[in-house]
């Protein structure tokens, strides 16, 4: 990993910027998603209590809509999930994590 440049973390680990880019990207869509979802809702409510037809008739497309965003989202922490597993276990090979935090998981593990 030669020119990466790393991050510390206060416990001594450390994590490749480009790790710590692709969390950070994947959390700013969640959140964008989300807050797109509370527009939905926000209108969806509203179509709801009007009990204009055309208005209910459009919350079946926004219902769809919404529905296929926590799709998404749950896709998204998904690939964050796999994403992070990945580095974990990269860090024991010591690619982009120190393997700090690892071997510090699996000591509180034992001492339980």
């Known amino acids: 990993m030669e020119g990466d440049t790393l991050s510390s973390f206060g416990n001594g680990t450390q994590i490749d910027n480009k790790v710590v880019q692709n969390f950070q990207k994947s959390f700013v869509q969640v959140q964008n998603i989300l807050d797109h979802n509370r527009l939905l809702i ?32 749950v896709d998204l922490y998904g690939d964050l999930s796999s994403s992070f597993t990945k580095s974990m276990e990269s860090s024991s090979d010591g690619d982009s994590f120190t393997g700090t935090l690892l071997s510090d998981t699996k000591k509180r593990i034992r001492s339980s």
Do not use: K, T
Not at 55 to 72: H, K, P, Y
């Open 42 to 73: 926000n209108e969806i409510n509203q179509n709801h209590e009007s009990m204009v037809p055309d208005n209910l008739s459009r919350n079946v497309g926004l219902i769809r809509e919404l529905n296929n965003n926590i799709r998404r989202v």
